[in-house]
């Protein structure tokens, strides 16, 4: 099954995606449930996705969509967690995962613009799988943890790489406006299937700039979940985006950064493309 949150002329909505359209709620399940997340949270997905085939239809090519989940409590990101990123970026090895945040408000959508903002001109792509958390938790087991996983979808986590680096915490150069794309859809984990056999690749202007499968992770879902879930609570629709890999613009010689006009696509097997352009920030 597959679910998205989309803009229609009536506003913010949702709905299921099938047979190359997404055919949004209609008025009596936008009472019950007027959010994917809340959806999700009520673990009414399948019984949302069962009545789909009599509301409106719009073609995937002519929808405005918004990010997946546009109003997570929480996103939790994942730093250096593939082998060859953490080697291109010269960090020591760790016994634990990098985790830093992301703000809700710096999120965009599939085909919505990632936003280069005024006093930077080093944004970086990360294209990297998002799991959404579907069951709330506390010290998750990591036995348990997939059990708590409502779905899975493309994320590219812009990186603002000079105000990332003014000092050792990642948090501003990760959250101007308009940097975290994601979407276009979320895909249930029985759909997708096996994780690590699943392959995630970055593309910039149509050129491969990361490559790699997720059996590459050094710290898996499970171990993510079950970390994680140790220090806070998890709700459904909190978001946790596990790590790029390497190939990162900012570690090429010479570097490769995201300008205007420039199209990025984050492509996972199982999943689909999460496209975007390159946009200046617009004067306040």
Same mark, same amino acid.
């Not at 709905?15 to 019950?32: F, K």
């Not at 634990?96 to 970086?124: C, M, N, W, Y």
């Not at 096996?194 to 970055?202: A, E, L, V, W």
């Given at each position: 099954m597959r679910f998205a949150s989309v803009r229609t002329a009536a506003g913010a909505s949702w %709905?299921?995606?099938?047979? %190359?359209?997404? *055919?949004?709620?209609?008025?009596?399940?936008?009472?019950?449930f007027p959010t994917l997340k809340h959806a999700i949270a009520a673990a009414a997905l399948k019984a949302v996705h069962d009545r789909h085939e009599s509301?409106?239809?719009?073609?995937?090519?002519?929808?405005?969509?918004?990010?997946?989940?546009?109003?997570p409590g929480k996103i939790l990101c994942v730093g250096l967690n593939y082998e060859k990123h953490r080697e291109e970026t010269a960090r020591p090895v760790v016994a *634990?995962?990098?985790?830093?945040? !992301?703000?809700?408000?710096?999120?965009? %959508? *599939? !085909?919505?613009?990632?936003?280069?903002?005024?006093?930077?001109?080093?944004?970086?792509y990360e294209g990297e799988l998002a799991l959404v958390i579907g069951k709330r938790g506390?010290?998750?087991?990591?036995?348990?943890?997939?059990d708590h996983i409502a779905g899975f979808s493309c994320y590219n986590d812009g990186s603002v790489r000079d105000w990332q680096h003014h000092t050792m915490q990642f948090t501003p150069g990760k959250n101007f406006p308009g940097t975290g794309a994601f979407g276009p859809w979320l895909v249930t984990p029985d759909e997708f299937g096996?994780?690590?056999?699943?392959?995630? !690749?970055?593309r910039l202007n149509g050129e491969v700039m990361q490559d790699a499968h997720f059996s590459e992770l050094i710290f898996g879902l499970d171990r993510l979940i079950e970390y994680v879930s140790a220090f806070t609570p998890l709700e459904p629709g909190d978001v946790i985006v596990t790590g790029t890999p390497g190939g990162v613009g900012a570690k090429r010689?010479?570097?490769?950064?995201?300008?205007?006009?420039? *199209?990025?696509?984050?492509?996972?097997?199982?999943? %689909?493309?999460?496209?975007n352009g390159i946009a200046d920030e617009l004067a306040p």
């Open positions: %709905g299921v995606v099938a047979n %190359g359209a997404v *055919h949004p709620i209609d008025a009596a399940t936008a009472e019950a509301w409106d239809a719009i073609p995937v090519d002519e929808v405005e969509w918004a990010p997946l989940i546009p109003e *634990h995962p990098t985790i830093f945040t !992301r703000f809700a408000d710096s999120q965009t %959508g *599939h !085909r919505q613009p990632i936003v280069r903002p005024i006093v930077s001109e080093k944004l970086d506390r010290a998750i087991a990591a036995r348990d943890a997939l096996d994780i690590p056999s699943k392959r995630i !690749r970055t010689k010479p570097p490769v950064f995201m300008k205007p006009g420039d *199209h990025v696509e984050v492509e996972i097997e199982g999943i %689909g493309v999460l496209r």
